[in-house]
């Protein structure tokens, strides 16, 4: 279900508006008890007591309010109340801290928070900051082991495609493929799609296949066609006719996205003749959509039919 108020991005909705889509999940209990816990923070003398509070209450957050799903929240994204309500107390705390001091007092929590506390907290970094004074953070949490955290930077999260530069991008992307994420889920990649990027994923490509080691099957939307070598058209082309589902369906999609217009004229006589029954029906909804393109002589990006990258930071 969409929510009434997280139908868009995060940034401009105040903590009152996410303790009023809190108010709606919370029993009465916990509804008091997440005011007792702002109170604590809003009352403190100093930027340190507030810190202190804010640790103090966000460590009782799951226990205080549950782990069931926030019922109104964009669809396809899994926020539970106790992260939200870890979120509104951050919040909070940005209240009253002074904007030149914000990015140091929270690095300084985040550094003592433990990994469900650190993932709410780079999942809402969009949220928290109004610049790029969290790279900190970011950077940081692109540099762990935890897959987990990692993950909760990497996959549907706007801040890395709004304030990484080119490199950090570029290796952010790497790594999820590393770890056998999904980078279909990584926020404004069509954006950055490079030489450079669609190098390094070329580069991996056949270094799985010298090795005799599975290819990543999401590792095509990291390419441009037009930027790839010769030898690296064949392996792209050899991928979009193979047997896989997977392959068949991301490197049609890579197309769809970034344009196909480069492709040369035998792949539209062999994609025109791949009508088939053993196809996904999204394999054959993305050939029709190539094919429809290219016959009206145009690139339509296929993600404003699907919404492929354009999802809800929430």
Same mark, same amino acid.
């Given at each position: ?7 868009? &991005?995060?940034?401009?909705?105040? &903590? ?11 029993? &009465? ?10 109170? =604590? ?20 957050? @799951?226990? =205080? ?5 926030? &019922?109104? $929240? ?19 705390? /940005?209240? +009253? ?39 900190? +953070? ?28 080119? @490199? ?18 990584? @926020? ?17 490509? $056949? ?25 690296? =058209? ?26 196909? $217009? ?7 006589? /062999? ?23 290219? @016959? ?19």
């Amino acid at each position: 279900m969409h929510s009434r108020r997280f139908d868009t &991005p995060l940034s401009p909705f105040s &903590p009152d508006a996410l303790q009023s889509e809190l108010a709606v999940a919370l029993t &009465p209990e916990a509804r008091i008890w997440l005011q007792v816990a702002r109170d =604590k923070i809003l009352g403190t003398q100093s930027v340190e007591d507030a810190v202190s509070a804010l640790l103090l209450t966000s460590a009782m957050a @799951r226990r =205080k309010l549950g782990e069931q799903a926030l &019922p109104y $929240q964009p669809e396809g994204t899994d926020w539970q109340v106790d992260q939200a309500g870890r979120l509104l107390l951050l919040l909070t705390l /940005r209240t +009253i801290v002074p904007a030149a001091n914000w990015s140091d007092v929270l690095f300084s929590a985040y550094r003592q928070f433990d990994e469900n506390e650190k993932i709410v907290v780079v999942r809402a970094l969009d949220w928290l900051s109004s610049h790029h004074e969290l790279n900190r +953070i970011a950077h940081e949490t692109a540099r762990t082991n935890d897959v987990n955290l990692f993950a909760a930077l990497a996959l549907n999260n706007a801040y890395p495609v709004k304030y990484f530069n080119e @490199r950090a991008f570029h290796q952010l992307v790497l790594k999820a493929l590393f770890l056998d994420l999904n980078i279909e889920s990584v @926020r404004g990649l069509p954006l950055r799609q490079s030489a450079e990027l669609t190098q390094l994923c070329a580069d991996l490509v $056949q270094e799985r296949l010298l090795a005799e080691r599975e290819v990543p099957e999401s590792v095509w939307l990291g390419m441009r066609f037009r930027y790839l070598s010769d030898s690296g =058209k064949d392996t792209y082309m050899g991928f979009v006719f193979s047997e896989s589902d997977a392959h068949q369906y991301y490197t049609l999609l890579a197309l769809a996205n970034n344009g196909a $217009q480069d492709c040369p004229d035998p792949f539209w006589q /062999r994609l025109s003749a791949r009508h088939s029954s053993s196809l996904t029906s999204e394999v054959q909804q993305l050939i029709d959509h190539l094919l429809t393109s290219s @016959r009206f002589g145009h690139s339509q990006s296929f993600s404003s039919l699907t919404g492929y990258f354009n999802h809800d930071i929430f």
